[in-house]
């Protein structure tokens, strides 16, 4: 977890009651603090410059233009320094979803997770990863077939990739789990994981979504395939 601190929580939620459980549910952990609760997503930037939080968790039920734009100046918040991540419970469609996720330190969960989901998602996030789901990278990589053709400049750096790397680069972010991809290349889970960490070090990103992030912008996510059949 973040130092010897606890991990500090801004709540955006205009539910009262639901606000008061997710409250309820985050203080009951030793290592998170709830240090700020608001009702409405428009004043998350101007309470993070108050409460300096590491996280601000937002219960939503609607996306729009608004949602972007509030998490934008978050980010910005972030790199001005106040590092902040944000977690958005809600439904989006996945094509807003890769938009918050373009934007960084950002994720959208399910809002059906459980308690104990939360509570590790918001460790993750605090240990620099995005918190998803595999079924959701597999979503954002088939919804991204269909947004926009590729960044050449993005195409650039995949150079830098072993054929081995590539291939292992391709079925990852059409979502496939490191034991999926060890079963349909015929090799060690461990060697999987080594493919995937150079893979994210030589892309200079932080994980698996913003792998899948980075194949949207380059263009190289393919349609599903007999690879999805398989799964």
């Known amino acids: 977890m973040k130092g010897h601190g606890r991990v500090k929580v801004l ?6 009651l639901e606000r008061a459980g997710l409250s309820a549910i985050l203080n009951n952990d030793r290592e998170i603090s709830v240090i700020g609760e608001v009702s409405a997503l428009s004043e998350a930037p101007r309470s993070a410059e108050q409460f300096r939080p590491d996280i601000i968790l937002c219960s939503y039920h609607e996306f729009s233009a608004h949602t972007l734009k509030i998490a934008e100046q978050v980010a910005m ?3 001005s320094g106040i590092p902040i991540y944000m977690i958005f419970l809600a439904t989006f469609p996945g094509d807003q979803v890769i938009n918050l996720l373009r934007i960084g330190r950002c994720t959208v969960l399910d809002r059906r997770i459980s308690p104990t989901e939360l509570i590790a998602a918001i460790r993750v996030s605090i240990a620099g990863y995005t918190p998803v789901k595999d079924d959701v990278v597999g979503n954002l990589a088939r919804a991204s077939v269909a947004l926009k053709g590729g960044d050449h400049s993005s195409r650039e750096h995949l150079l830098s990739l072993t054929r081995r790397e590539r291939n292992v680069f391709e079925l990852m972010v059409q979502g496939l789990s490191n034991p999926e991809i060890a079963a349909w290349l015929k090799v060690a889970e461990s060697t999987v994981k080594s493919h995937v960490q150079g893979i994210l070090s030589k892309l200079d990103v932080r ?6 992030i980075y194949a949207y912008e380059a263009g190289i996510v393919s349609r599903p395939s007999q690879r999805e059949s398989r799964r």
Not at 11 to 16: F, G, I
């Open 77 to 79: 918040q972030s790199k």
């Open 11 to 16: 709540l955006v939620c205009e539910n009262e």
């Open 207 to 212: 994980d698996r979504v913003q792998a899948v």
